[in-house]
């Protein structure tokens, strides 16, 4: 236990109250256009909640709460289509940061995160983005190392002054590095996405030469940072996935209830009203999961990677099923680019395939709780 | 990571787990076969006096009564017996849970006097008399008529499904004292003495081969007031009571035993060749068993979550429609893996311990009996409505009266 409990059900409200006021559907619309789709009014409130410094340790003006209070807060992030770079800063930049408390660069950047004054983000996955080996190459040089190679699907790189480069070492060990986005060398290649909602960058290297004092983590120290990582990022998807199903779960409801056909409000049918019932068992039993794997990692974050693919595989799928019964119910308003189902659909479906898939998860899973499938 | 109070919950399972190693009788599921007779009764009976003497038998009682353990506790009694597939108290199911909770939320001080006691001891088998031939899903165009004469009511209509009417001292029945009055608010609800003349108990086939339904047929049957429980007419409210119970509570236990279950269905993977190799080496076969393990996990969360939500706030709700459907659900799923990894040998006529859980080891009847829960207790159905509109506040179906 930490000596502070954080008291969710009003962080949870207060994140929603906020949200609800600066992250509405023609806000997320607007932003879409831009190139970066960062909203500096909402950075601020972010920053004004203390939201980026939630979990940073109190060592580095952070609040030093556990990654389920964070949880909360990305879970209402995607109840309400949000980005604008906290969940990359949080899970994965001050996440990779947390995980070396004693690095030069984890005192000169956890501060500064805390205090909103900087986003971060990691490259951990292979250009096709798969999260079983990196995608970057690295060469030892006289006084550092020459990085080469790329990765796909770095959440919000655009927007990041610090990024974490995951990559193989020719020794064959793994490496965790932090750079400065505008390093010579790195290139952020902006990825369109049917997600509109949220923005992610291809990186490249190539001729990337970084000292010394950029190696986060070398060898079985960086192969543990990045399982952990790797393991906040499936967590954080799920959590992400609840919110978008409970939203759309909501909106779901709602028009069930006001939406009349033969006279009467379409809720009322039977075959509207139980799937609606089936949505509301999806999102419990998904809550229940997620709450699950996150005691587990709060509890012991090295030992809770069964739990984190179980629920990472059991809500995405979750969500990816409510929503698809949503645009379902919505009708033909429901297939419209006006009405939200659509971007609720595409953001459940990317989380559900980010960072591993439902397969790829339960297989880990299968992997750790009984001997390895032969082949 | 020591929460306080842990070293106090181990020290409480290693005692009831002594207790159990100590007491569980062993063989039993051969002993006793798919008859629901004598002998079997006589088995359930003195289980149930075994688990009294260890102080387990009514774990979900309020101490008052025999009960007063923690949530946390109900559930490791759970765990321990689960452990080692100690039987089921089946017989007892309707007294422990659905009499309990009726007599303790709406009967009086000497209806619960008479009752508990006898029920913890083993002296009360008791069964529900709610469903009847036209009133299965719409319980509440019951038929079964209760007219009061002097200082009895005398009750004349047919009852159906009644588990274990033929061994049942007790029912718990629902009859309409006034036929004028809009179906939900005619109804009473009464204990009714199974020895009373007039009640006829045939027994029903089910689809497992197994008789534990029953038709119960009431003719001139006498009522005496004071067996009424709760007021006239509020029958239909107090029923929801038990029903809810039913719903809600029992699952806590049946999830205990769904995680054997899913041990039960690991080892099944490992004997079961597919194409020559181990079905547990099959990919598809993994994922599938990861997913119902999550499930498993999810249920054994959900029943603790409603159950710390019913001690809050006292009484059940809505909620336990989500754990009967997800509960019931599961269970005919996993019972369908099992029939799907155990080949043409669980097709090979067997039967079914009647002191078993749900799940037996007998995948194919363990399956067919899974609509045991689909279908009792008020269809899924049914639940979806009440999910829909008690808890998502849908709009109700037109009624017609």
Known sequence: MTDLDVDRDELRAAARDMLGRASTSARVRELADTPDGFDENLWRLFAEMGLPGIEVSEDFDGAGARFGDLAVVLTELGGHLASSGLAATTVLGGGALAAVPGHTLARDWLPRIASGTARASSALLSPEGEPGSPGLRASRTADGWRISGASGYVPDAGIAELLMLRALGDDGGELLLAVDRDTPGLTVMPTPMLDITRRFSDIAASDLVVGDASVLAAGAAAASAVRLLLDRAALAAAADALGVAQHMLDMTVEYAKTREQFGRAIGSFQAVKHRCADMFVAVTTARIALAEALAAYDAAPADATAAVSQAKAYTCDAAAQVTEDGVDLHGGIGFTWEHDAHLLLKRARLDQALYGDSRTHRRAAADLAWVPAAG | ?401
Not at chain 2, 63 to 85: A, D, H, M, T
Not at chain 2, 270 to 296: K, N, S, W, Y
């Open chain 2, 1 to 401: 990571m020591t929460v306080p109070g842990d070293d106090k919950l181990a020290a409480f399972r290693a005692k009831v787990r002594a207790w159990a190693e100590d007491h569980v009788p062993v063989g039993w599921e051969d002993q006793y076969g798919a008859t629901a007779d004598a002998e079997y009764i006589d088995f359930q009976r003195s289980w149930l006096r075994e688990l009294r003497g260890g102080g387990y038998a009514a774990a979900h009682w309020s101490k008052e009564w025999g009960g007063g353990y923690s949530l946390s506790e109900q559930v490791v009694i759970f765990e321990e017996l689960s452990r080692l597939n100690a039987p089921r108290l089946r017989s007892f199911f309707v007294a422990l849970h659905h009499a309990y909770a009726t007599l303790t939320h709406a009967g009086t001080a000497e209806q619960q006097r008479r009752h508990l006691p006898a029920i913890l001891n083993g002296d009360e088998i008791w069964c529900q008399g709610f469903s009847e031939p036209g009133a299965g899903s719409d319980l509440a165009s019951l038929r079964t008529r209760a007219v009061r004469d002097g200082d009895y009511y005398i009750v004349n209509g047919q009852k159906i499904w009644s588990s274990g009417a033929r061994h049942a001292d007790w029912c718990l029945l629902l009859a309409r004292t006034d036929p004028t009055a809009p179906k939900r608010r005619g109804i009473s609800y009464f204990l009714l003495d199974m020895r009373t003349p007039g009640i006829d108990v045939r027994p029903i086939r089910q689809a497992t081969g197994a008789a534990e339904f029953n038709e119960m047929f009431l003719t001139d049957v006498a009522i005496p007031v004071e067996n009424l429980i709760g007021a006239e007419y509020d029958g239909w409210r107090i029923a929801q009571t038990t029903l809810s119970a039913e719903r809600g509570i029992t699952i806590l236990e049946l999830a205990e035993r769904m995680s054997v279950a899913m041990t039960w269905l690991v080892d099944l993977a490992r004997e079961a060749r597919i194409g020559g190799r181990p079905a547990i080496e099959d990919p598809t076969i993994r994922e599938q068993l990861v997913t119902h393990q999550t499930e498993v996990g999810i249920l054994r969360r959900l029943c603790r979550q409603m159950i710390a939500d019913i001690e809050r706030r006292g009484g059940t709700g809505p909620e336990a429609s989500i754990v009967k459907v997800f509960y019931s659900e599961l269970l005919q799923r996993l019972m369908n893996f099992g029939v799907s990894l155990a080949g043409l040998a669980t097709h090979r006529n067997g039967a079914k311990p009647v002191s078993a859980g749900y799940e037996s080891g007998n995948w194919m009847l363990d399956y067919v009996d899974s609509w045991s829960w689909i279908t009792g207790g008020g269809t899924n159905e049914i639940q979806r409505s009440v999910i829909g509109e008690r808890v998502l506040g849908l709009p109700r179906e037109p009624v017609t009266q």
